[in-house]
């Protein structure tokens, strides 16, 4: 604390308003006029991540008069909106945006180092800033005025270089290990469609399969639910490709429970969304034995299917063609369990299944590794922010 203390009054660090060492852009341009190709919206930016991995083609579709603002490459672009979702990225190429996402620049390149901007607005503090200004309930947003008074410590330009070079070197340590992950993923992904195609195992419906295949509470579920002392069910929103979440389980009463025995869970279960995200599936664990489900497909493999297995296999895209063939519904996509029953499994013998789970452990096991250092990585990166730029 001594340290911090002593580097924020050093000879050259000031405190400065956001609003006077930053400029928000002002280039209004006609989409179908400007010669511009690319236009960056909203969804096309990632909480916490810099660069700008997706973008729509201008003249694909109709934009909208909001997209009018024209970006530069190093101009720096915040979602206005839901300023929790953390939407800050740097431009690498020009492009039109609307007017709620924000084309900022450095006022004076000599006083705030344009590469230092878009580090600040990372900064735990102007988030909060910017959430605590917002305006609205349903679609916040703030205004620029509103951000111009965050105040912070800047310190010397040469400083201000040591310390991008700091950061964009814990900044390319994360990118590289995003591609990593990202191969990691394709690479599984082509091990997977290999091992259940190449190998021309016979096909089964999956009623051949499976010992019971049934779907959860879906009558008034939320009638039954209560805030503590029920049994934990399981949604859509728990279940994660080859994963259970534990985020926002709600519980039932154990009357509500005792009424619905048919979709309660045992420990090797697969569980499978209907609606919404069809396909995507999980093994039911030990832990999450004697559980209910709501909305869920339930069902227990039998004797000749490994659940590791059939899981992975739904997860896959051999499986999700299955199920994009099957799926019915104009507001969301939906499967039901008739449509599930008829699914054909490819079905190895049971030792190839479980050479095929283990392998395939592995590989998450990689990506799980992979991600704890990109988070570790992340987390220095927010401690050096926090450190560098702070009042």
Not at 94 to 116: K, M, Q
Not at 244 to 261: A, K, L, T
Not at 278 to 283: C, I, K, N, R, Y
Request: glycine residues 6%; charged residues 25%; aromatic residues 8%.
């Amino acid at each position: 604390m001594h340290e911090v203390a002593a580097k924020r009054t050093k000879a050259g660090w000031k405190t400065v308003a956001f609003g006077d060492v930053v400029r928000q852009v002002k280039d209004k341009v006609d989409p179908e006029e400007s010669g511009l190709e690319r236009y960056v919206a909203g969804e096309h930016m990632d909480t916490d991540d810099l660069r700008i991995r997706r973008w729509g083609e201008i003249g694909d579709g109709y934009l909208g008069p909001a997209f009018h603002m024209r970006f530069k490459p190093g101009h720096v672009l915040y979602g206005s909106r839901r300023t929790y979702l953390r939407k800050i990225a740097v431009a690498d190429f020009e492009g039109i945006t609307a007017n709620t996402t924000y084309v900022l620049e450095s006022a004076d390149p000599d006083l705030l180092l344009p590469d230092l901007l878009p580090f600040i607005m990372q900064t735990e503090a102007f988030s909060q800033h910017s959430v605590r200004e917002s305006k609205g309930s349903v679609n916040p947003y703030v205004n620029f005025s509103d951000l111009a008074w965050f105040e912070f410590t800047l310190p010397p330009l040469e400083e201000q270089r040591r310390m991008v070079g700091i950061l964009k070197a814990a900044q390319h340590a994360a990118e590289t290990l995003l591609s990593a992950e990202q191969w990691l993923n394709t690479t599984y992904e082509s091990w997977v469609e290999s091992q259940l195609i190449a190998h021309d195992w016979p096909l089964h419906p999956a009623w051949e399969l499976l010992d019971r295949a049934t779907v959860g509470i879906v009558i008034k579920p939320a009638a039954l639910y209560v805030e503590r002392g029920g049994v934990t069910a399981l949604r859509s929103l728990n279940v994660l490709p080859n994963k259970i979440s534990w985020d926002e389980c709600v519980q039932i009463s154990v009357q509500g429970h005792e009424n619905h025995r048919k979709s309660t869970l045992s420990a090797g279960d697969v569980v499978i969304v209907r609606s919404g995200r069809p396909g995507d599936a999980a093994v039911i664990p030990e832990s999450a034995d004697g559980l209910n489900a709501i909305d869920l497909i339930v069902s227990t493999p039998g004797s000749k299917l490994l659940s590791g297995y059939f899981c992975r296999f739904l997860n896959s895209r051999a499986g999700r063609r299955q199920f994009a063939s099957g799926t019915a519904g104009t507001a969301q996509l939906h499967f039901n369990v008739s449509l599930f029953k008829k699914l054909l499994i490819p079905l190895p013998p049971l030792t190839f299944q479980e050479a095929f789970v283990h392998q395939a452990e592995q590989f998450d096991a990689s990506v799980t590794e992979i991600g704890a250092r990109l988070r570790t990585i992340k987390l220095i990166q927010q401690a050096l922010l926090e450190e560098f730029v702070r009042l």
